[in-house]
């Protein structure tokens, strides 16, 4: 790379020393992006402000929260009563965790359905996956911090999931709560936790935009950029593309933030922890529901778990599942639909997974045996769809390149 | 002076060298990292209070009491004669962990549990008189729902185990030590 020159001389006389100003202005201003991204590819650095905004949040909490049992509800209620802003701080943080969720579970589809992960951005994918396995013990460890009812509930089901493995499984759960049940140990370590991780995530965060940056972003099409036509700076056109999807983003979180507090939460969790009464039905929060019903859809204890970890674990070989060379659903018929099939099963999953088993489902057959369909179909999908369709399935043929379709549109 | 590469003779000692290093380094390390594994581990206080006393005097036949041991609780329950014999006469064969009543109990009127369900460790209902006892008169586990019967055992759900029975002696006639 050239030498850069900044009429600012602070800035050069920075740049001389450390080269960061060009590496900003490499991967914030000049970074080329391809021209035909649309919005579903404002859900990455929509999940990136989340997460600031978890980490301010979460911060701030920290000041006034106490991890121990006979005050930790108790904190978290004064926050909210009587510190400062401190409803606002609790309620941008609760409500933050199932924005993060649902923003990158938008992405996570998003990339599915534009074969983002395949060649060569393999590594990318697993990162991301990476960091969704981040997020989802951050949250879960965040869950029982208020040491409500669903909070010790749902830490004291979580954690018996490690007794299922075979010969060292209890001593590994009195090893997570350090003694013989959900605790103070376990408390105070869950916060020890619940702080350290989320800097971990970020830090996987910069790792995963290295990877994107080092191939640069997928697109619509699926096909590769191959003129410089093909592009544009990301600053201005799509930096103020994502202020303009921040800005909606914004409203319907701070919705929820104001006006629906609680919609996400379970009454349950206003109730004070208490060791010695289970509540009649426990449900983790809304964007675990789909893995809850794969753990219940298997009868044996150990095989539910496992069912369950694969579930999130087969993300990880994804790329090499779907060897289809094709990557946008757009020039795969079959694929497309299937696509939407499997959307379709993971929101069945979610259902089954916030019913209790024995009820009903349209009178034809029990939450059980859907749950048992639904996560069959899951794995179908995965392990015998993908590498078949990526065989027989007659593609569509490919545009000649990017900047050809976007001046075609534009013709019309 | 120039002699550092391995071709001259003296390699198997470099290679000794840095196996021997590597190996020791990882060993080292490996050492290092127990005292953090192990101060996860409950501590000497967890440790300490690791024994209840109760009295059982005031239990009638038919009640059930529940008490903290160890921050779970345990159930304690005064069986009837029909409760016994239920827990006598079914077939082991029939069981998923077969049990024999009387190896669960020392005196059998006296049933005495941890009340954590062996699937992922919920409190069953069945303590108190209103509550659910499940299919088989014990206890019946509303998470996911496992049945126990009048011997704790499972006998229906996902749950892989019976209750376990802690260890526990008794002082005398109407006093126990759990733990
Ligand atoms: C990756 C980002 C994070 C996620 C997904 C997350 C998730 C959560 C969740 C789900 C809760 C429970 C909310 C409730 O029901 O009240 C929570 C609570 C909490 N979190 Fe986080 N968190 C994150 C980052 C942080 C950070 C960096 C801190 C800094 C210490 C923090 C501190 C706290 C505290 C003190 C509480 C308890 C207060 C409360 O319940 O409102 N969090 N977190
Ligand atoms: S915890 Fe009792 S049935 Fe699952």
């Known amino acids: 790379m050239s030498k850069r020159q900044y009429n600012n001389r602070v800035m050069q006389w920075v740049e001389d020393r450390l080269p960061i100003i060009s590496l900003m202005e490499n991967s914030g201003v000049i970074y080329p992006t391809p021209k035909n991204l649309n919005y579903?590819?404002?859900?990455?650095?929509?999940?990136?402000?989340?997460?600031?905004?978890?980490?301010?949040?979460?911060?701030?909490?920290?000041?006034?929260?106490?991890?121990?049992?006979?005050?930790?509800?108790?904190?978290?209620?004064?926050?909210?009563?009587?510190?400062?802003?401190?409803?606002?701080?609790?309620?941008?943080?609760?409500?933050?965790?199932?924005?993060?969720?649902?923003?990158?579970?938008?992405?996570?589809?998003?990339?599915?359905?534009?074969?983002?992960y395949k060649a060569?951005?393999?590594?990318?994918?697993?990162?991301?996956?990476?960091?969704?396995?981040?997020?989802?013990?951050?949250?879960?460890?965040?869950?029982?911090l208020p040491w409500g009812q669903m909070s010790f509930w749902g830490a004291t089901v979580i954690t018996n999931l490690?007794?299922?493995?075979?010969?060292?499984?209890?001593?590994?759960?009195?090893?997570?709560?350090?003694?013989?049940?959900?605790?103070?140990?376990?408390?105070?370590?869950?916060?020890?936790?619940?702080?350290?991780?989320?800097?971990?995530?970020?830090?996987?965060?910069?790792?995963?935009?290295?990877?994107?940056?080092?191939?640069?972003?997928?697109?619509?099409?699926?096909?590769?950029?191959?003129t410089p036509q093909d592009m544009m700076p990301f600053h201005p056109f799509y930096t103020i593309k994502d202020l303009y999807g921040l800005g909606f983003f914004m409203i319907f979180y701070l919705y929820f933030v104001f006006f629906q507090p609680n919609f996400f939460g379970e009454v349950d969790n206003y109730i004070p922890a208490n060791p010695m009464v289970t509540p009649p039905h426990i449900v983790p929060e809304w964007y675990f529901l789909p893995f809850y019903a794969m753990l219940r859809a298997v009868p044996d204890k150990l095989g539910g778990v496992?069912?369950?970890?694969?579930?999130?674990?087969?993300?990880?070989?994804?790329?090499?599942?779907?060897?289809?060379?094709?990557?946008?659903?757009?020039?795969?018929?079959?694929?497309?639909?299937?696509?939407?099939?499997?959307?379709?099963?993971?929101?069945?999953?979610?259902?089954?997974?916030?019913?209790?088993p024995d009820e009903m489902f349209m009178g034809i057959m029990t939450m059980t045996t859907l749950g048992q369909i639904a996560t069959t179909y899951y794995f179908f999908h995965f392990i015998v769809l993908l590498p078949l369709l990526g065989k027989y399935e007659t593609t569509k043929p490919l545009?000649?390149?990017?900047?050809?379709?976007v001046a075609k549109k534009y013709a019309q | 002076m120039t002699d550092n590469s391995n071709t001259l003779g003296d390699g198997s000692r470099r290679d000794f060298l840095l196996v021997s290093t590597a190996t020791l380094?990882?060993?080292?390390?490996?050492?290092?990292?127990?005292?953090f594994i192990h101060s996860a581990n409950p501590a000497k206080d967890v440790l300490a209070l690791a024994s209840t006393e109760v009295d059982l005097s005031a239990v009638e036949e038919g009640m059930a009491i529940t008490v903290m041991w160890r921050g779970k609780p345990v159930f304690i329950r005064h069986r009837t004669p029909s409760d016994i014999q239920m827990a006598a006469e079914v077939e082991l064969a029939d069981m998923r962990d077969p049990q024999a009543d009387a190896d669960r109990v020392q005196k059998p009127e006296w049933l005495i549990l941890v009340?954590?369900?062996?699937?992922?460790?919920?409190?069953?209902?069945?303590?108190?008189?209103?509550?659910?006892?499940?299919?088989?008169?014990?206890?019946?586990?509303?998470?996911?729902?496992?049945?126990?019967?009048?011997?704790?055992?499972?006998?229906?759900?996902?749950?892989?185990?019976?209750?376990?029975?802690?260890?526990?002696a008794f002082t005398d006639d109407t006093n126990i030590v759990i733990g």
């Not at chain 1, 289809?324 to 259902?351: E, H, N, T």
């Not at chain 1, 545009?399 to 379709?405: G, L, M, V, W």
């Not at chain 2, 380094?25 to 005292?35: D, I, Q, R």
């Open chain 1, 40 to 116: 579903w590819w404002n859900y990455g650095s929509l999940a990136g402000v989340v997460m600031v905004i978890m980490i301010l949040t979460g911060i701030f909490l920290a000041m006034n929260y106490q991890a121990h049992p006979t005050v930790a509800f108790d904190s978290v209620e004064r926050i909210v009563r009587d510190v400062n802003y401190g409803w606002l701080l609790r309620y941008l943080h609760m409500n933050g965790a199932s924005m993060f969720f649902l923003l990158v579970y938008i992405h996570m589809f998003r990339g599915m359905y534009y074969g983002s």
């Open chain 1, 120 to 144: 060569p951005r393999e590594l990318l994918w697993m990162i991301g996956v990476t960091i969704y396995l981040a997020m989802m013990a951050t949250a879960f460890m965040g869950y029982v």
């Open chain 1, 162 to 226: 490690f007794s299922a493995v075979p010969v060292v499984g209890t001593d590994i759960v009195t090893w997570m709560w350090g003694g013989f049940a959900v605790d103070f140990p376990t408390l105070n370590r869950f916060f020890a936790w619940h702080y350290l991780l989320p800097f971990i995530l970020f830090a996987l965060v910069f790792l995963h935009l290295w990877a994107l940056h080092t191939h640069k972003s997928n697109n619509p099409l699926g096909i590769d950029a191959k």
């Open chain 1, 306 to 356: 496992i069912v369950m970890f694969a579930g999130v674990l087969i993300l990880y070989v994804l790329p090499w599942l779907d060897t289809s060379k094709v990557r946008s659903a757009r020039f795969r018929p079959v694929f497309k639909q299937m696509f939407w099939i499997f959307f379709l099963d993971c929101l069945v999953l979610g259902y089954v997974g916030a019913k209790s």
């Open chain 1, 399 to 405: 545009p000649n390149s990017i900047a050809e379709e």
């Open chain 2, 25 to 35: 380094g990882v060993a080292g390390t490996a050492l290092a990292v127990w005292p």
């Open chain 2, 115 to 168: 009340g954590v369900c062996t699937h992922l460790g919920c409190i069953p209902s069945g303590q108190k008189l209103g509550d659910s006892r499940g299919e088989f008169g014990g206890w019946f586990c509303p998470c996911h729902g496992s049945h126990y019967d009048t011997s704790g055992r499972i006998r229906k759900g996902p749950a892989p185990f019976n209750l376990p029975v802690p260890p526990y």
